[in-house]
């Protein structure tokens, strides 16, 4: 009789595919945010509908805040949003106001950023602020001065910008002289006391 062939091989486990990780939502409220940075914290009360207690941290991104123009948030704020476990521990990926509406953000700006927009938004015509040189509803103005805004000269021949300067020059020109001295005296009392240790010597 003929001995019975190797069986067939069984199917192996199928290779598991890498899943996206899971995200969930969450609710609660902004706990403090670095507008210089760009970065801070949400203390979440609420996870998946589930109420939380404590609260738990989770890190939240400017560029993950869905708002116009420049994105913070308020300490307080309330938010909704999505969220995953990343290296950070708990990180936003989506965050909005409440049912999905624009973060509010604060009222406060980075002090360059006020600084831009004020330069921005000076008018060279009336000098004023808020609006540009083309948008200003006054006609043209004459010519004047920026360092003392008056309109019989123009800045490079400024008295007032001249006497300035040359109050500057002339304190900067004392306080060198000032330090020269100085050096001068401590250099003076260095030598006397290296001809007193020769005479000390010699005795």
């Given at each position: 009789?003929?001995?019975?062939g ?39 009360s ?27 948030l ?10 995953k ?21 604060s ?5 360059n ?48 910008r ?5 109050q ?5 020109q004392?306080?060198?002289q ?5 050096v001068?005296q ?9 001809q ?8």
């Amino acid at each position: 009789p003929s001995l019975p062939g190797p069986r067939p091989a069984l199917p192996g486990p199928r290779p598991r595919t890498p899943r996206a990780a899971a995200l969930s939502r969450g609710s609660g409220v902004c706990k403090w945010f670095n507008m210089r940075m760009g970065f801070g914290f949400i203390s979440m009360s609420s996870r998946d509908g589930t109420p939380l207690d404590p609260n738990l941290d989770v890190f939240v991104h400017q560029s993950k805040l869905h708002m116009e123009g420049f994105r913070s948030l308020r300490e307080g704020e309330a938010l909704d949003f999505t969220f995953k476990k990343s290296t950070k521990g708990l990180e936003a990926i989506r965050v909005t106001g409440p049912d999905g509406a624009p973060c509010l953000g604060s009222k406060r700006r980075p002090k360059n950023a006020l600084k831009r927009r004020s330069k921005a938004e000076k008018c060279y015509n009336c000098g004023g602020a808020g609006h540009h040189a083309k948008e200003c509803q006054l006609p043209p103005q004459p010519k004047k001065c920026h360092f003392c805004q008056s309109i019989s000269h123009m800045v490079a021949g400024c008295p007032a910008r001249a006497q300035q300067q040359q109050q500057q020059l002339q304190l900067q020109q004392e306080v060198q002289q000032e330090v020269q001295q100085e050096v001068q005296q401590e250099v003076q009392g260095g030598s006397g006391m290296d001809q007193e240790e020769e005479r000390l010597q010699k005795l």
